[in-house]
């Protein structure tokens, strides 16, 4: 069974930083891109990132350019988001998620809530 | 890209056919994928490839389009559809979702 599982979100002061994890199971996440996508409280899906399997490519919204940083472990089966500089608009739950066939993002974690206030 | 999908909201009862849009604001050919959120959730891939049925989801969800415009359908709607929907564009990064159509049962 595939299954997503991050960790590491909070509550964090404007400015401040947190590293996000996704522990995968299930399946070989070497074989797989992998994204993560956040969804402001009442508010609609919005795509973040993405990373290719070997980790070599990446991609960023451009609302968190510059300040956002995918990266991966395959042999620790877990994939990363370091995010710096956050504003109170980058609270949100972070879902770390698969893609699948053809792209599509096919599997989906239970997200993490990250709360930026003072 | 720009995703516009509609209605942002509707409301229809058990055994209705349901219809949602999403166009695309240039050709996104078919890299187009519908999912399903309820509350408290995480989102669950229905459609990918603009038509192609997810593994496990009932038959009573379709999706059909290339291009720009697309379209999911449920054929009967039951109550436990009750959800909201998306349309994601796999086209070209950044990828993009559309702002989600709210079904709610009469």
């Known amino acids: 069974e595939v299954q997503l599982v991050e960790s590491g979100g909070g509550l964090v002061q404007p400015g401040g930083s947190l590293r996000l994890s996704c522990a995968a199971s299930?399946?070989?996440?070497?074989?797989?891109?992998m994204h993560w996508v956040r969804q402001a409280p009442g508010k609609g899906l919005v795509w973040v990132s993405y990373?290719?399997?070997?980790?070599?490519?990446?991609n960023y919204a451009d609302s968190v350019k510059g300040r956002f940083t995918i990266s991966r472990d395959n042999a620790k089966n877990t994939l990363y988001l370091q995010v710096n500089s956050l504003r109170a608009e980058d609270t949100a739950v972070y879902y770390c998620?698969?893609?699948?066939?053809?792209?599509?993002?096919?599997?989906w974690g239970q997200g993490a809530l990250v709360t930026v206030s003072s | 890209i720009q995703l516009t999908q509609s209605p942002s909201s509707l409301s229809a009862s058990v055994g209705d056919r349901v219809t949602i849009t999403c166009r695309a604001s240039q050709d996104i050919n078919t890299y187009l994928a519908w999912y399903q959120q309820k509350p408290g959730k995480a989102p669950k891939l229905l459609i990918y490839a603009a038509s192609t049925l997810q593994s496990g989801v009932p038959s009573r969800f379709s999706g059909s389009g290339s291009g720009t415009d697309f379209t999911l359908t449920i054929s009967s709607l039951q109550p436990e559809d009750s959800a909201t929907y998306y349309c994601l564009q796999l086209s070209s990064f950044p990828f993009t979702f559309a702002g989600g159509t709210k079904v709610e049962i009469k």
């Open positions: 998620a698969r893609g699948g066939i053809l792209r599509a993002i096919d599997y």
């Open positions: 299930g399946f070989t996440l070497s074989s797989y891109w």
């Open positions: 990373i290719t399997n070997d980790g070599s490519i990446s």
